[in-house]
């Protein structure tokens, strides 16, 4: 594990805030996490790079077969947790060797489980900022306790769930190089996921001489297209309130070409856009069924290069990354 001088204190503690959502949870959900000493200067940037993961938990890449495993009482993998941190190891490896992308001075996380039974009892976010050396920022989504899922679409419900009374919760993070500022939650509107609330966290972050107002989003895959647009829309419209350039990247579930094509065309007409041609893959299903679920949407900035990291394999999602420059920068 890597140290590099940072004060650690996320063992089962947040840090109190003073931020005004509308989250009725103790200190809005939001836990940091080894934080920067304070007498440390934070570093002036012209370009960033940006990187996206709906890690899964950590659990692996087999969402449809593991799923059906589950149903004739085979629940895989066997030593949970020894899997998890396995495969947190394997993914700091890949945000820090510099050889399947550049290292994210930003890396925004979903399904990032906090100490649930799915993910082992560990705290996935914590322990890969552990592993990177970086501090993080922890939202927990607040699943109501004991509340039984609605029914869903057939072809999602090979997700492994929290148990009903599981003390563990999940939720999205921000991994960052950077200060991170003006940290807030987001509650998302949903109505077909009574299991899973989505929620989003809105972070600043400083380019050149400019704020860059960041937003990282899990999308609900269920019901109607309306739906995520409804959640994608209260995105905009937060980000709408700061001056300056904005990002808004992470899981947004296009999973058919049409909702891709959707998604894309509702950015765009509100000033965003997205460096991936529309139905790059960035989940994979049951054979080579592949969608496009993952995006970064940039606005006034530039985008230099970008990628998607296709040979990580310890979720059904493949990491992506893009660079972005202010557009002043010389």
Same mark, same amino acid.
């Given at each position: 594990?890597?140290?590099?001088?940072?004060?650690?204190?996320?063992?089962?503690?947040?840090?109190?805030?003073?931020?005004?959502?509308?989250?009725?949870?103790?200190?809005?959900?939001?836990?940091?996490?080894?934080?920067?000493?304070?007498?440390?200067?934070?570093?002036?940037?012209?370009?960033?790079?940006?990187?996206?993961?709906?890690?899964?938990?950590?659990?692996?890449?087999?969402?449809?077969?593991?799923?059906?495993?589950?149903?004739?009482?085979?629940?895989?993998?066997?030593?949970?947790?020894?899997?998890?941190?396995?495969?947190?190891?394997? #993914?700091? $490896? @890949?945000?820090?060797?510099? /050889?399947?992308?550049?290292?994210? *001075?930003? !890396? =925004? %996380?979903?399904?990032?489980?906090?100490? #649930?039974? $799915? @993910?082992?009892?560990?705290? /996935?976010?914590?322990?890969?900022? *552990?592993? !990177? =050396? %970086?501090?993080?920022?922890?939202?927990?989504?607040?699943?109501?306790?004991?509340?039984?899922?609605?029914?869903?679409?057939?072809?999602?419900?090979?997700?492994?769930?929290?148990?009903?009374?599981?003390?563990?919760?999940?939720?999205?993070?921000?991994?960052?190089?950077?200060?991170?500022?003006?940290?807030?939650?987001?509650?998302?509107?949903?109505?077909?996921?009574?299991?899973?609330?989505?929620?989003?966290?809105?972070?600043?972050?400083?380019?050149?001489?400019?704020?860059?107002?960041?937003?990282?989003?899990?999308?609900?895959?269920?019901?109607?297209?309306?739906?995520?647009?409804?959640?994608?829309?209260?995105?905009?419209?937060?980000?709408?309130?700061?001056?300056?350039?904005?990002?808004?990247?992470?899981?947004?579930?296009?999973?058919?070409?049409?909702?891709?094509?959707?998604?894309?065309?509702?950015?765009?007409?509100?000033?965003?856009?997205?460096?991936?041609?529309?139905?790059?893959?960035?989940?994979?299903?049951?054979?080579?069924?592949?969608?496009?679920?993952?995006?970064?949407?940039?606005?006034?900035?530039?985008?230099?290069?970008?990628?998607?990291?296709?040979?990580?394999?310890?979720?059904?999602?493949?990491?992506?990354?893009?660079?972005?420059?202010?557009?002043?920068?010389?």
């Amino acid at each position: 594990m890597l140290t590099r001088g940072l004060l650690k204190h996320h063992s089962g503690v947040t840090t109190e805030t003073k931020l005004k959502t509308s989250s009725a949870q103790p200190n809005n959900g939001i836990e940091f996490g080894n934080q920067i000493l304070p007498d440390e200067k934070p570093e002036k940037r012209s370009r960033l790079i940006l990187a996206s993961y709906n890690i899964r938990y950590a659990v692996g890449r087999a969402l449809i077969s593991s799923g059906l495993l589950r149903k004739v009482g085979y629940n895989f993998p066997t030593r949970r947790a020894e899997t998890i941190l396995r495969n947190i190891q394997t #993914t700091a $490896r @890949a945000f820090s060797e510099n /050889v399947l992308l550049p290292p994210p *001075d930003i !890396l =925004a %996380l979903q399904e990032a489980d906090k100490r #649930t039974g $799915r @993910a082992g009892g560990i705290h /996935v976010a914590a322990r890969l900022a *552990d592993e !990177l =050396a %970086l501090p993080y920022v922890h939202v927990a989504v607040g699943i109501p306790r004991g509340v039984r899922p609605k029914q869903r679409e057939w072809w999602l419900n090979f997700e492994e769930q929290i148990a009903l009374h599981d003390t563990g919760d999940t939720g999205v993070a921000l991994l960052s190089r950077l200060p991170l500022e003006e940290v807030t939650r987001i509650d998302l509107p949903w109505h077909d996921c009574a299991w899973r609330p989505r929620l989003a966290i809105g972070a600043t972050v400083r380019l050149g001489t400019e704020k860059v107002r960041l937003f990282n989003v899990h999308v609900d895959p269920h019901g109607p297209l309306d739906n995520q647009h409804q959640q994608i829309e209260l995105v905009v419209n937060r980000a709408k309130q700061y001056e300056g350039p904005a990002v808004i990247l992470g899981d947004f579930n296009t999973l058919s070409k049409q909702k891709a094509i959707e998604i894309r065309r509702f950015m765009e007409s509100h000033g965003y856009a997205a460096p991936f041609p529309t139905g790059t893959p960035t989940w994979r299903g049951a054979g080579f069924v592949r969608f496009h679920a993952d995006w970064i949407f940039v606005r006034g900035v530039r985008v230099n290069r970008w990628g998607v990291v296709m040979p990580l394999n310890v979720s059904d999602h493949w990491p992506i990354w893009a660079e972005i420059e202010s557009p002043g920068a010389v």
